[in-house]
């Protein structure tokens, strides 16, 4: 087989078919170089004038792709490797061409990263793990190694072609929200700076959700503000009103009783819908089926750090369930009955709790083992959506919410969350993201040693600890903060010779005799 048979071949396992004899380039024939005879000319002469007027407008038109003329009039054929110049027609090189661009917008990055870019400065990750925490297991994952690996945004969308995001495995997640149509300058702010800090480099979905359908304006600014996909979904009926089984007078009488107290928002009748549609109804939403990973993003919250990984591949890839980064006192004067609840759960269903489960920190001794009030401080949170679809999650917020707590009292989401996660998830795998800088209201967290990717002023680890406890509540506080609770080992040593009481004497909190203070140098 020559060169030519071969070529016809690829030819047709190129387009399907057989390409007929017109189709093909012919190299030159040398008798057509040299200077031709009368009779050589008129045989080999273009049409003449008049055969040409008598040519239909298509047919000069669609000359284009057939003409055979030579390679030197097709200076865009000069791209192809000389072997073909002299044997692909027009309209072979005009579809070649648009695959090959198709294939690089498709590939290439963006215009916007063809510029030369600045490596960022290396950071060194400083992470916080509760004593224990490690796994036995020899291939369990590495949450540090993972971090030093993947940083510098090595995931972004922004920093690869369309096919290499596609084809990465990215984590079917999204930003969850809500938010009333009145709450449309606060989600702005929020969105602004977690877009700015880390979200238009990874481009995750936003989802909002409403008691009443999103205004057209509501929809316009946000969608304006991010160009990854948004939803704006209507929270079922059902899941904000109160349920049948609720007596509403004595509800009524909650309502009241807990306003007097000064119980925050004690008095709202909205709130109570809120704090039950996101302790168990938000993950159920018909929006969220395709979707495996949330972060909780509130209206009002300021994102104070640059973040150069995704989060939420770091929670899928090294099996986490939970993440927080304030773990705070909450007033105790809002669930009274919540731990009560939760002990007669544990009893009825003992066999749902997690043989890891670890209890120890949210209970005080010193106070008949009761619930000590500390909670993941929920309005920032990252979580496992398949964790709270699973039944011992399921079955535990229905028991609460069966018992009228939600009604009754005043049961928040974030004490909710926090007692389901102790009980039913292992403390290796929630996790405290100490390097993301947050404000909510009057908690601030800041992480240390960020000061080239954060504006904020580093916070000790022990910052909000009691911030939501009233000076007027007669709660008793734990002997230790929260997140010391948690962390356990050396976040719990104290000074030589200093004592609780003895600071309380002279006008302390008696809580700054730590040996650490969280902002140590690295």
């Keep these: 087989m020559?060169?030519?048979?071969?070529?016809?071949?690829?030819?047709?396992?190129?387009?399907?078919?057989?390409?007929?004899?017109?189709?093909?380039?012919?190299?030159?024939?040398p008798k057509l170089l040299a200077t031709p005879s009368s009779s050589t000319a008129s045989k080999f002469s273009f049409p003449s004038a008049d055969s040409s007027r008598s040519s239909s407008s298509i047919s000069s038109s669609s000359s284009f792709w057939t003409s055979h003329s030579g390679p030197s009039s097709r200076p865009f054929l000069r791209c192809f490797p000389a072997s073909w110049r002299n044997t692909v027609t027009k309209r072979q090189a005009a579809v070649l061409t648009c695959?090959?661009?198709?294939?690089?917008?498709?590939?290439?990055?963006?215009?916007?990263?063809?510029?030369?870019?600045?490596?960022p400065a290396d950071i060194q990750y400083h992470v916080l793990?509760?004593?224990?925490?490690?796994?036995?297991?020899?291939?369990?994952?590495?949450?540090?190694?993972?971090?030093?690996?993947?940083?510098k945004n090595r995931h972004a969308v922004s920093e690869k072609g369309v096919w290499s995001s596609l084809t990465s495995k990215k984590p079917r997640?999204?930003?969850?929200?809500?938010?009333?149509?009145?709450?449309?300058?606060?989600?702005?702010?929020?969105?602004?700076?977690?877009?700015?800090?880390?979200?238009?480099?990874?481009?995750?979905?936003?989802?909002?959700?409403?008691?009443?359908?999103?205004?057209?304006?509501?929809?316009?600014?946000?969608?304006?503000?991010?160009?990854?996909?948004?939803?704006?979904?209507?929270?079922?009926?059902?899941?904000?009103?109160?349920?049948?089984?609720?007596?509403?007078?004595?509800?009524m009488n909650s309502l009241e009783y807990l306003g007097?107290?000064?119980?925050?928002?004690?008095?709202?009748?909205?709130?109570?819908?809120?704090?039950?549609?996101?302790?168990?109804?938000?993950?159920?939403?018909?929006?969220?089926?395709?979707?495996?990973?949330?972060?909780?993003?509130?209206?009002?919250?300021?994102?104070?750090?640059?973040?150069?990984?995704?989060?939420?591949?770091?929670?899928?890839?090294?099996?986490?369930?939970?993440?927080?980064?304030?773990?705070?006192?909450?007033?105790?004067?809002?669930?009274?009955?919540?731990?009560?609840?939760?002990?007669?759960?544990?009893?009825?269903?003992?066999?749902?709790?997690?043989?890891?489960?670890d209890l120890d920190w949210l209970l005080d001794p010193h106070n008949s083992g009761d619930y000590n009030n500390c909670q993941f401080f929920s309005n920032f949170e990252i979580g496992?959506?398949?964790?709270?679809?699973?039944?011992?999650?399921?079955?535990?917020?229905?028991?609460?919410d069966r018992g009228g707590g939600f009604y009754y009292e005043r049961f928040g989401d974030a004490p909710i969350h926090t007692l389901s996660v102790a009980m039913f998830v292992p403390k290796r795998e929630i996790w405290f993201f100490r390097d993301i800088g947050y404000q909510h209201d009057i908690n601030r967290h800041c992480p240390p040693h960020s000061s080239d990717r954060c504006a904020c002023e580093p916070t000790n680890i022990d910052e909000n600890f009691y911030k939501l406890v009233p000076l007027e509540s007669p709660q008793k506080k734990p002997d230790d903060t929260c997140i010391r609770q948690f962390l356990g080992g050396d976040w719990l040593k104290k000074r030589d010779g200093w004592s609780q009481e003895?600071?309380?004497?002279?006008?302390?909190?008696?809580?700054?005799?730590?040996?650490?203070?969280?902002?140590e140098e690295l």
Excluded at 229 to 234: I, L, S
Excluded at 503 to 517: M, P, S
């Design 2 to 29: 020559d060169a030519m048979d071969r070529f016809k071949h690829a030819t047709m396992r190129l387009f399907g078919s057989s390409p007929t004899e017109s189709e093909i380039f012919y190299p030159p024939s």
């Design 129 to 151: 793990r509760p004593a224990g925490a490690e796994s036995s297991l020899a291939q369990a994952p590495d949450p540090l190694r993972w971090l030093e690996q993947n940083s």
């Design 99 to 119: 695959i090959l661009l198709a294939v690089m917008v498709w590939v290439c990055p963006p215009p916007r990263m063809w510029h030369r870019r600045v490596p």
């Design 260 to 357: 007097a107290i000064g119980v925050g928002k004690g008095w709202m009748i909205s709130y109570r819908h809120m704090c039950r549609w996101n302790s168990g109804f938000f993950y159920r939403h018909p929006r969220l089926k395709d979707f495996d990973w949330y972060w909780r993003v509130e209206p009002d919250v300021h994102f104070y750090c640059d973040i150069d990984y995704d989060v939420f591949r770091f929670m899928r890839d090294n099996n986490l369930k939970y993440g927080f980064n304030m773990n705070i006192l909450d007033d105790a004067r809002s669930f009274p009955s919540l731990w009560s609840r939760t002990r007669s759960f544990i009893n009825a269903h003992p066999e749902l709790i997690h043989p890891e489960a």
């Design 173 to 251: 997640a999204a930003l969850i929200s809500l938010v009333r149509n009145s709450e449309l300058n606060g989600i702005m702010q929020s969105m602004r700076q977690l877009e700015h800090r880390w979200n238009r480099k990874y481009q995750y979905p936003w989802i909002f959700f409403n008691e009443e359908p999103f205004s057209d304006e509501f929809k316009a600014a946000t969608q304006n503000l991010t160009s990854a996909q948004c939803y704006y979904e209507t929270v079922p009926e059902d899941h904000w009103s109160l349920p049948d089984w609720i007596d509403e007078g004595r509800f």
């Design 384 to 400: 496992d959506l398949g964790f709270f679809r699973g039944e011992a999650n399921e079955k535990y917020f229905d028991w609460l």
């Design 502 to 519: 003895g600071e309380r004497a002279f006008g302390g909190d008696g809580y700054h005799g730590y040996e650490l203070t969280g902002l």
